[in-house]
Nanobody, 125 residues
């Protein structure tokens, strides 16, 4: 059973940086892992995802600012967020694919079957 725990959220000024970490127990190297966010009153959206094959996906609004990476030895997936904007304020969740060895990086909520508890990111203007 895959269990995920996020860390690294916090309060930062616009233009600042944060790194979120997602640690998986039960082994996640064969799963795609995504980072999602949900702002108040908005739907949860995938901001970045990385496949078991290191293929990556980024939401257009975070390209050139966010970088996703994984360490399969440590069972962690990180999201480095640079040049943060107030509109990046949200609860950030990591999630693992419900299927192993998927060839295409999943981006839909219903493709993910394991979720962390979330970590708050607040960007002040």
């Amino acid at each position: 059973q895959v269990q995920l725990v996020e860390s690294g959220g916090g309060l930062v000024q616009a233009g600042g940086s944060l790194t979120l970490s997602c640690e998986g127990s039960g082994g996640i190297s064969e799963y795609a892992v995504g980072w999602f966010r949900q702002a108040p009153g908005k739907e949860r959206e995938c901001v970045a995802a990385i496949g078991w094959n290191i293929k990556k996906y980024y939401l257009d609004s975070v390209k050139e600012r966010f970088t996703i990476s994984r360490d399969n030895v440590k069972n962690t997936v990180s999201l480095r967020m640079n040049n943060l904007k107030p509109e990046d304020t949200a609860i950030y969740y990591c999630a693992a694919d419900m299927s192993r060895w998927r060839l295409v990086v999943p981006t839909r909520l219903d493709e993910y079957g394991h979720w962390g508890q979330g970590t708050q990111v607040t960007v002040s203007s």
